[in-house]
């Protein structure tokens, strides 16, 4: 059975840590493409097996967190969001540190302290408390735990202290709750930091929540675009967003494809042209037949796609995962030992020790560990779709990382794809009107960009109309064909040539019948592109099926000296092994015979107008024609692994550093809560600056 991709709603996650504990539920239970983000309360799982689901949702609200109902969604109860958890506490912690500025008499009373302090603790119970029980029975402890425990240890000793009036030197309940108090205020940037990480996925959707004018026998309505079906007729007027992916069936426009290809120039659309859904209509009216809805449309896939890029981890944040997931019982731990060695070997006394022990426990966050790499990969993500580069997933950021090589493909990836044809060779005997017809006839069968530009240059030209029983594809060869009255016909590269200009054959029952030049134009920034991988350090490769005279005029002209030509698909891939054993390996390609090269490579890369083959097979997709992109992608791609690489660091170092100081006695807890509160937010800070950061 195929595996499938479940998705739930599940509230109640407050930070990273949650996330985490139900990243690891999952994965202890065998799920593959685990994506849990507690900034969008999204949790996603690949299973073969359904019934397992209820299960499972059973499992996740064990941790303390609720599944919802995605149809019918319902907003957290007030006192459950975690800004408001931390206005009420603030209230109530913001007297308990008065007393230790102004000595007014009311404050210094124990019992007034613990009536302060009670309403605080009982927050810290519910919030922390109820996710650290979860956690610990689950066999996977979080750092609530570490926080419950240390907010609870100084107010279990105050409370004693209070009950049995050993004085002033006994309470800490303002230790208890600024620690708690903190530690929410680090959640509540924390969620907000993270939502800005996720802003990307957030933007393309809300193009989808649009309306749509269907056009009716009678008239017009007006109508939610999630409710537009296959074959709809809708009418979109200037300055309206195109609701779904469809057809023109007439007028002519000029749509805005910025956040689908990045690319800001207006693109001419007319009668057959298709359209996609959230593209802008700036000049024109157009009438559309409507032929991909709700997840079969282009920025459905695409959201789907950045969702699950998600939940592929590169392999640089597995250390940070294996030390999260023994970390909280190495603290508690090392706060034992604290506690144990100030007390008993330097004789510090009880209180002292029971500080330091609490100092490590709160200052220790294994949170920005958790954070260092998602947060990173989500901003790097949204970066470069909002330049038109589809990346599929976080473990290709690593992957292109000290890339050596770039093979492309010519056709359609340095050249434009779009084909002339220079002059078509009849063979003696045979009408050039039947030559035309067949070439058309075959050619409407295939996606390869010289199919497509063979077709729309003999269109409106004489023909005699061929009529085929079947078509086929060869990958790196041609088109062959049967007509209904038995021939057989095969179009393809022409080899052996004597005369190089003839670039393709015609053949009807192995003989051939016409000779075909066509020729195609370099793209204008090819070879800008090629000075700039050079400039990197990297070596372009010319790959190609084309003959090698071809390709010879095309690398001279961009400036590419390793030429590969006459590659058929197993070539290719022979070729991109002896590239990798060399070092890290890039393809870029746009066509079905590229495919296999693209799934062979460290990084394979589709062009916008790629086969669906090559789009499946790639790990990048550029969804424009700049060239620029790949340099684009290149760079987003380094420094965001710069920026994992700079969190990882700073998420160690914190913790390497703040837990002996803590052990030392050199902090109070409470500027430890306070230090470990705002540590991930440096973490998710460092993330965001990816945002606006200089990439070149």
């Not at 750092?143 to 907010?151: A, K, Q, R």
């Not at 933007?203 to 309306?211: A, E, G, I, R, S």
């Amino acid at each position: 059975m195929a595996e499938q991709l479940v998705e739930l709603n599940v509230t109640g996650m407050h930070c990273n840590n949650c996330a985490m504990s139900i990243h690891k539920l999952l994965e202890k239970k065998g799920f593959e493409n685990v994506l849990v983000s507690f900034a969008s309360e999204e949790v996603k799982f690949s299973t073969a097996d359904q019934s397992v689901l209820p299960q499972i949702i059973k499992d996740i609200e064990g941790l303390g967190f609720k599944v919802v109902n995605e149809d019918h969604p319902q907003s957290a109860p007030f006192y459950n969001k975690v800004e408001n958890k931390f206005t009420f506490c603030a209230i109530f912690t913001a007297p308990l540190l008065l007393h230790m500025l102004f000595s007014w008499h009311f404050l210094h009373n124990p019992i007034v302290q613990l009536l302060l302090c009670l309403p605080v603790f009982i927050v810290g119970c519910l919030h922390f408390g109820k996710s650290a029980y979860s956690s610990v029975k689950n066999g996977l402890p979080n750092m609530d735990v570490l926080i419950f425990v240390g907010s609870a240890s100084a107010f279990i000793y105050s409370l004693i202290g209070t009950v049995q009036h050993l004085g002033e030197s006994y309470l800490f309940y303002e230790t208890c709750a600024t620690i708690i108090t903190l530690v929410l205020l680090g959640n509540v940037f924390e969620k907000r930091s993270v939502n800005q990480t996720t802003s990307a996925v957030k933007d393309l959707m809300k193009f989808q929540q649009v309306n749509a004018i269907r056009i009716l026998k009678d008239g017009t309505e007006v109508i939610p675009a999630t409710s537009v079906q296959t074959g709809d007729m809708l009418l979109i007027n200037e300055g309206d967003q195109v609701p779904v992916d469809g057809e023109i069936i007439s007028g002519d426009a000029l749509i805005n494809e910025a956040m689908i290809t990045g690319e800001s120039v207006p693109i001419a659309k007319t009668k057959y042209d298709t359209v996609i859904g959230g593209t802008i209509v700036q000049q024109g009216n157009l009438k559309i037949m409507a032929t991909k809805v709700g997840s079969n449309s282009i920025l459905s896939q695409i959201i789907d796609l950045m969702k699950k890029a998600q939940a592929a981890k590169p392999p640089v944040q597995k250390l940070g995962d294996k030390v999260a997931s023994i970390f909280v019982p190495v603290v508690i731990l090392i706060a034992l030992l604290t506690f144990a060695i100030t007390y008993l070997a330097t004789g510090a006394g009880l209180q002292h020790a029971m500080m330091n022990a609490i100092a490590v426990m709160v200052i220790s966050c294994p949170c920005a560990m958790g954070l260092a790499t998602p947060t990173a990969v989500m901003v790097g993500l949204g970066r470069a779709a909002k330049n038109g580069i589809l990346i599929k997933g976080g473990d290709t950021i690593e992957a292109v990382a000290n890339t050596k090589y770039v093979l492309f493909d010519k056709t359609g990836t340095l050249t434009t794809g779009k084909f002339s044809i220079q002059q078509i060779e009849a063979e003696a005997g045979f009408d050039l009107a039947f030559i035309k017809g067949a070439i058309t006839a075959i050619e409407e069968r295939s996606n390869h960009p010289i199919a497509k530009s063979l077709v729309l240059g003999l269109k409106g030209e004489e023909q005699l109309k061929l009529i085929l029983k079947s078509a086929k594809e060869e990958r790196g060869l041609g088109m062959r064909a049967e007509d209904i009255y038995g021939n057989h016909y095969f179009l393809g590269t022409a080899k052996h040539q004597v005369n190089d200009d003839f670039n393709l054959s015609l053949y009807q029952n192995q003989v051939l019948i016409a000779r075909i030049a066509v020729d195609d134009t370099i793209k204008p920034d090819a070879a800008e592109l090629i000075k700039q991988l050079k400039k990197a350090g990297i070596t372009p490769v010319l790959l190609s099926g084309d003959k090698k005279s071809r390709c010879l005029k095309v690398a001279q002209q961009i400036g590419i000296e390793d030429i590969h030509a006459e590659m058929l698909p197993d070539d290719k891939l022979n070729i991109v092994d002896v590239y990798r054993k060399k070092g890290k390996t890039v393809m870029i390609g746009d066509g079905i015979n590229d495919a296999p090269a693209l799934t062979q490579a460290d990084v394979g890369v589709s062009m916008n107008d790629a086969s669906q083959i090559a789009i499946q097979s790639a790990r990048v997709v550029l969804l424009n024609t700049d060239l620029k992109s790949i340099v684009k992608f290149l760079q987003i791609s380094r420094h965001t692994l710069l920026t994992i690489k700079q969190n990882l660091f700073w998420a160690f170092a914190y913790n390497i550093i703040a837990i002996p100081v803590a052990a030392l006695g050199f902090l109070n807890p409470m500027v430890g809560a306070l230090a470990m509160a705002f540590s991930d937010v440096i973490v998710i800070g460092n993330s965001l600056r990816l945002k606006v950061k200089k990439v070149d």
